[in-house]
Nanobody, 122 residues
């Protein structure tokens, strides 16, 4: 399984960005895909996840109401739309695949990671 992120960049506070993750290869039919982020000097934390083909999502409390995760099953792509960005959203954003949503809160393992895309909010 390969995960390729794109769409990071720099934006002013209050602005918007959309990051994308294309998944290729054979993952289990039952999996969650989503995003973690890691700010300098801090731990990596789960941000949002979605289970493809099912209308189930997880959104971290810190971004709820500002970030939205969606999927394009035809193109094996998951998007994270980030609105009303704040300087504290600055981090490396990593795409990830796991069996369970609990991976996003440290309750189970992540099976695959992308290389990350930098988001900087000033």
């Amino acid at each position: 399984v390969q995960l390729v992120e794109s769409g990071g960049g720099s934006v002013q506070a209050g602005g918007s960005l959309r990051v994308s993750c294309v998944i290729s290869g054979s993952a289990s039919e039952n999996y969650c895909i989503g995003w973690f982020r890691q700010a300098p000097g801090k731990e990596r934390v789960g941000v949002a996840a979605i289970r493809p083909g099912v209308d189930n999502t997880y959104i971290a409390a810190s971004v709820k109401g500002r970030f939205t995760i969606t999927q394009d099953n035809a193109n094996n792509t998951v998007y994270l739309q980030m609105n009303s960005l704040k300087p504290e959203d600055t981090a490396m954003y990593y795409c990830a695949v796991a069996r369970f949503f609990s991976a996003w809160v440290g309750g189970s393992r992540v099976d695959y990671w992308g290389q990350g895309t930098q988001v900087t909010v000033s």
